[in-house]
């Protein structure tokens, strides 16, 4: 990864209508995005990928009124992800998650697995009872898993545009992801930038004094 380029680049915010990401590199980047760690394994998320120009219509459709103007780098997109995440904690899916760990063998020695999962539930508890953010946690954890999946874009020549623009009440609705238990936490749009729209100017962040603090 040339970190330079990157350090030096401005976010794509047009992208080339007219390219689409090859089926390999869009399967490798989706893979990736399903690898993503989590805080406890939690895998508190649903992912959309709209990849048909009805779906991404759909999307720009119902963006909500103060956000239309986000509508076309949507259509442009090769690819737009709805990043959701679970908007409670059941016990059911923390039972999904350990049915799964087990069956993958994450821990071959059972007694490691029952501690693993005594301290899981205890931690959550904690969130839950105590401090009383549990839904802001597993956000935490779909934003994570979208910085790791634009670095990755990145890797594989890829531009990936993060969204936080639309009304997420609309975007659940117009996909019926409130039905699942999730709703929409943020977007991010893949593809190629429109060569007549890339920012030639330099990149704007405070000095590394004004940054950094060394202890």
């Known amino acids: 990864m040339n970190l ?3 350090m030096s680049k401005h976010l794509t915010r047009y992208f080339d209508g007219g390219r689409t990401i090859p089926e390999e590199k869009l399967q490798q980047l989706l893979a990736f995005l399903r690898s993503t760690p989590s805080s406890t394994n939690i895998q508190a998320n649903h992912f959309y990928v709209l990849a048909t120009p009805e779906g991404k219509q759909r999307l720009a459709d119902n963006l909500g009124e103060r956000f239309q103007d986000n509508s076309e780098k949507i259509l442009n997109a090769s690819h737009t992800v709805i990043l959701t995440t679970r908007a409670d904690l059941p016990g059911s899916h923390l039972d ?9 063998g994450r821990f071959p020695d059972p007694a490691k697995h029952e501690l693993w999962e005594s301290m899981t539930r205890d931690f959550l508890n904690l969130r839950n009872y105590q401090y009383k953010d549990v839904y802001h946690w597993m956000e935490k954890q779909t934003y994570l898993a979208l910085g790791l999946t634009m670095m990755a874009a990145a890797e594989l020549g890829i531009e990936a545009m993060p969204l936080e623009g639309f009304d997420p009440t609309s975007v659940d609705r117009a996909f019926k992801i409130r039905e699942t238990g999730h709703t ?11 060569p007549a729209k890339v920012y030639a100017s330099p990149v704007s962040r405070f000095d590394s004094d004004q940054l950094f603090t060394f202890l």
Do not use: C, I, S, W
């Not at 929409?184 to 429109?194: I, K, N, Q, R």
């Open 184 to 194: 929409t936490t943020v977007l991010m749009a893949l593809g190629y930038p429109d």
């Open 96 to 104: 999904a998650v350990f049915a799964k760990e087990r069956a993958d």
């Open 4 to 6: 330079d380029k990157l």
